[in-house]
């Protein structure tokens, strides 16, 4: 089983994603929480290079290779052997974030983060959260963090405005694996109807 986060930024993914790794392993699953991009060692050098530094540094299809290229290191080393000993593999991020993030920054670049996508990696979760959340909030959320990952934080609101209808769009688009969470509430609320969907899925 493969499941997914997405969400702005500041939507309060990684909460939810440690909360049901949490509440799965407690149930007595074998669980790996991991997050892009990242998640190995190859990945997370990707990471530094792509989230770090001047806003400019990259282009929207220099930056859909190099999410891709850390994908397919943190699938080869983490993700596919991590299913196929039949562990429940949880990750901040994945392909849906490609798909937004860059795949919104200009005419044609969706279908080539999808080509891309099909040429190199080829797997889809089998059940997304996208918790959805005022782009207000979850600005202030991000910002109130202090880090040197900025190149993306820095979008302000319209760009968070246009993030979020397109992870809805994203959404209607396949309603059977994506499932969106009213994400501005109190993180237990939160917590319960993922908990509840992710056993759903489970079972
Ligand atoms: P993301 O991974 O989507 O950027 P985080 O889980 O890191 O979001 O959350 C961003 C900030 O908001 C953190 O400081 C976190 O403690 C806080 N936070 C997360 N979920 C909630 C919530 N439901 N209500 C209020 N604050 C939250
Ligand atoms: P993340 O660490 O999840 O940041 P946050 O907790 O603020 O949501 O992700 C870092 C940034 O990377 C985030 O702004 C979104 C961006 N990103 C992309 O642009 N494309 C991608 O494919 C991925 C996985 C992330």
Redesign the pocket.
């Known amino acids: 089983m493969f499941l997914t986060f997405e969400?702005?930024?500041?939507?309060g993914?990684?909460t939810q994603a440690r909360r049901l790794a949490e509440t799965l392993r407690a149930a007595g699953h074998d669980v790996v929480l991991t997050?892009?991009?990242g998640g190995s060692p190859g990945a997370e050098e990707i990471r530094r290079l792509?989230?770090e530094g001047d806003p400019d540094r990259w282009s929207p299809e220099t930056?859909i290779l190099l999410?891709t290229a850390a994908r397919r290191d943190h699938m080869e080393r983490l993700i596919v052997p991590a299913l196929a000993s039949e562990m429940i593999v949880i990750s901040?991020?994945?392909?849906d974030?490609?798909r937004i993030?860059?795949g919104l920054r200009g005419a044609g670049l969706r279908e080539t983060v999808d080509r891309l996508h099909d040429l190199m990696i080829g797997v889809e979760p089998d059940l997304t959260f996208l918790i959805d959340i005022d782009p207000g909030l979850g600005l202030s959320r991000?910002r109130g963090r202090q880090g040197h990952?900025e190149r993306?934080?820095d979008m302000g609101l319209a760009m968070q405005e246009r993030m979020r209808a397109g992870f809805l769009d994203l959404a209607r688009s396949a309603p059977a694996r994506i499932r969106v969470i009213d994400g501005n509430r109190d993180a237990d609320s939160i917590e319960a109807e993922v908990a509840a969907l992710a056993r759903a899925a489970l079972r």
Do not use: M, N, W
Request: glycine residues 8%; charged residues 35%; negative net charge.
């Open positions: 969400g702005i930024d500041g939507s993914k990684s997050r892009e991009p792509v989230l930056e999410f901040d991020r994945f392909v974030s490609t993030y860059q991000a990952e993306f934080e």
